[in-house]
């Protein structure tokens, strides 16, 4: 009896045989690694860290806050010092915007954030000067702004916005008065 020519010799068929697993275990193997391999460079450039933007803000200098009739009586104006904390990783954030302090829910004083760039994970810090329109303190205020003062719990309100309408970002802060 002759072999048939279309089917596979003996030889073939074993060695197949043999070769199917042991090349199945060795693309476990290269497939485990590869993922192994990918999860340890994502670590290594911490993706995991992509956090949000944060900021602070301190008060420098404060001047204006006595009656609007008391003689020498000036516009309210602050001195702030803003940190901007970028914690994307890869995006660069360049804006610029508002600021607004107030007290008791009364605007005091406004003013311009300069244009600012602040790159991927990194900080920047500038200084903003805030200053009011009228003259001194209304008298109802000036009363709360000095008695609260007098038990060194005066707060003011500091809000900042980045951006315009409709993207624009709000931060707020409650910065004492004599701290």
Known sequence: MEPDEDEPSLCY?????LLTPILFWVL???LATA????????????ISQNNPMESTVQLLGVKGLELTLAPGAVSPAFDLLVRVDNG???DEYCESGDITV???????ARGQIPSFCVGSKATVSFTVNATGEAV???????????AERSWA???LDVRMQLGCLPDWESFAWSVDLDG
């Open 13 to 17: 068929r074993l060695v197949k045989a």
């Open 28 to 30: 476990i193997f290269y």
């Open 35 to 46: 993922i192994l391999t990918i999860i340890t460079v994502c670590e290594a450039i911490n």
């Open 88 to 90: 994307h990783i890869y």
């Open 102 to 108: 107030s007290y008791a829910g009364v605007p005091l």
């Open 136 to 146: 001194g303190l209304p008298d109802d205020v000036f009363r709360l702004v000095s």
């Open 153 to 155: 719990v005066a707060q």
